[in-house]
T-cell receptor
Framework: GDSVTQMEGPVTLSEEAFLTINCTYT??????LFWYVQYPGEGLQLLLK???ADDKGSNKGFEATYRKETTSFHLEKGSVQVSDSAVYFC??????????WGAGTKLIIKP | DAGVTQSPTHLIKTRGQHVTLRCSPI?????VSWYQQVLGQGPQFIFQ???????GRGNFPDRFSARQFPNYSSELNVNALLLGDSALYLC????????????FGPGTRLTVL
């Protein structure tokens, strides 16, 4: 079945560092791909999405490109802030309308 | 506009009991999905309802059931609670099309003792 694998955390970076969180997927068909973020004590929020190959989703300085050839959707940000500390989830929207999730990556940004 | 609302916020039950969780979607959204999130893991899909019909079901036992009402709100019912049912239960609403993002409520924290 469809699945999502993302890098294990926690990932600890200094403020203004470059961020990459890896996400790869296996799927039949052409799924939509999403990054969600969960800030401490808050609910899940959609960060960005891409619905077809080569699409780039972007929001709040974060970017991810839907790469069909490598089945990847890596999350990047050029300069992280302390306020970016959160848990980040990669998810796949399958043909049955459900979201299939990675295990989440905890990001810790130190000032 | 109000976002997705869920009630109750927290719930403590004992093994063998029954629980009902409630969700109200964003106005105009016709689809509601339920997920279970165990601490430290990603959410696991339980059900999706669209226009009051079940459109998808995850790999959960028959103790889990749900329904959607004419106003598109939804209930998740869990019978014969087990300790392993302790988790955050998330409700998400969407307009229902393929690829549509889902908007999540704050969740209901269920503790089974």
């Amino acid at each position: 079945g469809d699945s999502v694998t993302q890098m294990e955390g926690p990932v600890t970076l200094s403020e203004e560092a470059f961020l990459t969180i890896n996400c790869t997927y296996t799927a039949t068909g052409y799924p939509s791909l999403f990054w969600y973020v969960q800030y401490p004590g808050e609910g899940l929020q959609l960060l960005l999405k891409a619905t077809k190959a080569d699409d780039k989703g972007s929001n709040k300085g974060f970017e991810a490109t839907y790469r069909k050839e490598t089945t990847s959707f890596h999350l990047e940000k050029g300069s992280v802030q302390v306020s970016d500390s959160a848990v980040y989830f990669c998810a796949l929207g399958d043909s049955n309308y459900q979201l299939i999730w990675g295990a989440g990556t905890k990001l810790i940004i130190k000032p | 506009d109000a976002g997705v609302t869920q009630s109750p916020t927290h719930l403590i039950k004992t093994r063998g009991q029954h629980v009902t969780l409630r969700c109200s979607p964003i106005s105009g959204h016709k689809s509601v999905s339920w997920y279970q999130q165990v601490l430290g893991q990603g959410p696991q899909f339980i059900f999706q309802y669209y226009e009051k019909e079940e459109r998808g079901r995850g790999n959960f036992p028959d103790r889990f059931s749900a329904r959607q009402f004419p106003n598109y709100s939804s209930e998740l019912n869990v019978n014969a609670l087990l300790l392993g049912d302790s988790a955050l239960y998330l409700c998400a609403s969407s307009s229902g099309g393929r690829g549509n993002e889902q908007f999540f409520g704050p969740g209901t924290r269920l503790t089974v003792l």
